[in-house]
């Protein structure tokens, strides 16, 4: 039987305010370059989200391996990181191309998309991807 305290335990806390700040930084990058090539260098929405995401993905990797679950690198966990990737980049540029067809701003159409996988992605993270079998 799964228990509440299991999941609200320090180690857990603490790997949840680790991950908010990592995302934190990550999604600064991801908005900050989504404004930079939209509206500065006249990229098209979809293509410039494509680009930020995928640049985002592979710091990603790296920092969540060494700061956030503090793992070591081996083949197995790259591999299914790019498949936990290439999963969420596809939810992701679904999500946020479903917000652009509801005619939202595409800066808002970001945010829920984010907002909405955060969850998922921290769970997939830990449970799977990271984790040392």
């Known amino acids: 039987m799964f228990k509440i305290n299991r999941i609200l ?3 857990n806390r603490l790997l949840a305010i680790r991950y908010i700040l990592i995302s934190l930084l ?7 370059g989504l404004i930079l090539l939209v509206f500065f260098l006249k990229v098209s929405e979809t293509k410039a989200f ?7 993905y592979i710091f990603l990797y790296v920092v969540q391996l060494r700061y956030l679950f503090r793992t070591n690198h081996n083949t197995y ?3 299914r ?7 969420f980049y596809l939810c992701a540029n679904l ?3 479903l917000g ?16 909405i996988l955060m969850p998922f992605r921290i769970i997939i993270s830990k449970l799977f991807v990271f984790k040392n079998y």
Do not use: R
């Open 9 to 11: 335990n320090k180690e």
């Open 77 to 79: 966990k790259l591999i």
């Open 95 to 97: 999500m946020y191309n």
């Open 100 to 115: 652009l067809y509801l005619n939202l701003n595409y800066l808002i159409s970001t945010a829920f998309t984010i907002i």
């Open 81 to 87: 990181f790019i498949g936990f990737v290439l999963f």
């Open 50 to 56: 494509i680009i930020v995401y995928g640049i985002n």
């Open 26 to 32: 990550s999604y600064g990058f991801v908005f900050s």
